[in-house]
T-cell receptor, first 114, second 114 residues
Framework: EAQVTQNPRYLITVTGKKLTVTCSQN?????MSWYRQDPGLGLRQIYY???????DKGDVPEGYKVSRKEKRNFPLILESPSPNQTSLYFC?????????????FGPGTRLTVT | SQQGEEDPQALSIQEGENASMNCSYK?????LQWYRQNSGRGLVHLIL?????REKHSGRLRVTLDTSKKSSSLLITASRAADTASYFC??????????????FGTGTLLAVQP
């Protein structure tokens, strides 16, 4: 089954404790992206990757890191989480970059930073 | 900043009625997509309409695009309780802007009462 998986689905952590949210897709997609969703603000892009070893900042990259060492994986790293990073996070992938391509979303990771 | 803004923010209708929502965007675009999100879950692609198209249908969905007004509408006919979800439009940043990502609006929350 074609899908995007994220882990963990729920995470409660404390300020400053490094964490990684994994994302994996099995569709051989070139383009992958991370979004955060907050009430009233919609989805905002954090980082995206056009292909392996090619990543770039989205609209709200501060406090986040990503890497794309393999085509299927695109982990999101919070080196020192803060309470303002409490949010619902989505990973997405598409065949290639551009709004002509449908994006496939993972199930989401609900992160709480205390 | 948001490219697309949906209207209304929330909509409540009875089962069997039609649900209509609009998306307005700021700059010219190449493509516009609509997505559905069930509560707390990942977004699911519904339909894509290109800038040279005026109307598209998919099952009970009808999407229109008016590039002169920079707006799109999504009509769901004969609504069902299972249509209860948030609906988002997403566009690229338009000609001369970044075409390698989707920009999402803040969504319309649709509640279909049985």
């Amino acid at each position: 089954e074609a899908q995007v998986t994220q882990n963990p689905r729920y995470l409660i952590t404390v300020t400053g404790k490094k964490l990684t949210v994994t994302c994996s897709q099995n569709m051989n997609h070139e383009y992958m992206s991370w979004y955060r969703q907050d009430p009233g603000l919609g989805l905002r892009q954090i980082y995206y990757s056009m292909n392996v070893e090619v990543t770039d900042k989205g609209d709200v990259p501060e406090g986040y890191k990503v890497s794309r060492k393999e085509k299927r994986n695109f982990p999101l790293i919070l080196e020192s989480p803060s309470p303002n990073q409490t949010s619902l996070y989505f990973c997405a992938s598409s065949l290639s970059a551009g709004a002509i391509y449908e994006q496939y979303f993972g199930p989401g990771t609900r992160l709480t930073v205390t | 900043s948001q490219q697309g803004e949906e209207d209304p923010q929330a909509l409540s209708i009875q089962e069997g009625e039609n649900a209509s929502m609009n998306c307005s965007y700021k700059t010219s675009i190449n493509n516009l997509q609509w997505y559905r999100q069930n509560s707390g879950r990942g977004l699911v692609h519904l339909i894509l309409i290109r800038s040279n198209e005026r109307e598209k249908h998919s099952g009970r969905l009808r999407v229109t695009l008016d590039t002169s007004k920079k707006s799109s509408s999504l009509l769901i006919t004969a609504s069902r309780a299972a249509d209860t979800a948030s609906y988002f439009c997403a566009t690229d940043a338009g000609y001369g802007g970044a075409t390698n990502k989707l920009i999402f609006g803040t969504g319309t929350l649709l509640a279909v009462q049985p």
